[in-house]
């Protein structure tokens, strides 16, 4: 089975800032990777799939990037709703599995 | 509008049934892959299943509930379905019905959830 790890688990930021989220997979899994937002209460919502790929309505701010093992979510100036936790997801092989997120929080 | 409503949630002992159901409906239900995801109580999203849209659909499950869940669904009642068995106390959580947006592009819709709850 593949595993997800995502660095760091918790990411403390301002209003402006630039932020990376990284996602590393076990074992390579082509681009089949995809990005989450997910609020208190709420469904997660599809930010990114195929690595790079914007979903629509997903503000230009995201970015997806990465191949095979190493993948990356970057917010170019984070807003006061981008903070919030933020899953990967794996499709490339079953059983597909998350990364344990990452909680944004507001410095 | 996309809409996927989860029912069947609720409290059940340990070793007890559930069956979930998702009503979708704002889109060709059929032409879809669907999922079962679920969320412990302040914990990270988990897959539990996925069924494909094919007239004999592809099915997996996560080893963790392998062997004691059934997915299925109903495409001329454009419903999704999870027979839970044999319930467990670490089965608690919420349990999202999501649409996969392709087989490798995620999931572009979820439901609202609906709470399983497995006293010990």
């Known amino acids: 089975d593949i595993q997800l790890t995502q660095s760091p688990s918790f990411l403390s930021a301002s209003v402006g800032n630039r932020v990376t989220i990284t996602c590393r997979a076990s074992q390579g899994i082509n681009s089949y990777l995809a990005w989450y937002q997910q609020k208190p209460g709420k469904a997660p919502k599809l930010l990114i799939y195929a690595a790079s790929t914007l979903q629509s309505g997903v503000p230009s701010r995201f970015s997806g990037s990465g191949s095979g093992t190493e993948f990356t979510l970057t917010i170019s100036s984070l807003q006061p709703e981008d903070f919030a936790t933020y899953y990967c997801q794996q499709l490339n092989s079953y059983p597909q599995s998350f990364g344990q997120g990452t909680k944004l929080e507001i410095k | 509008e996309v809409q996927l409503v989860e029912s069947g949630g609720g409290l059940v002992k340990s070793g007890g049934s559930l069956r979930l159901s998702c009503a979708a409906s704002g889109f060709s239900f059929s032409t879809y892959n669907m999922n079962w995801v679920r969320q412990a109580p302040g914990k990270g999203l988990e897959w539990v299943s996925s069924i494909s849209a094919t007239y004999s659909p592809y099915i997996d499950y996560a080893d963790s509930v392998k062997g004691r869940f059934t997915i299925s669904r109903d495409n001329a009642k454009n419903s999704l379905y999870l027979q839970m068995n044999s319930l467990r106390a670490e089965d608690t959580a919420v349990y999202y019905c999501?649409?996969?947006?392709?087989?490798?592009?995620?999931?572009?819709?979820w439901g609202q959830g609906t709470l399983v709850t497995v006293s010990s």
């Open positions: 999501a649409r996969a947006l392709t087989s490798v592009a995620g999931i572009d819709y």
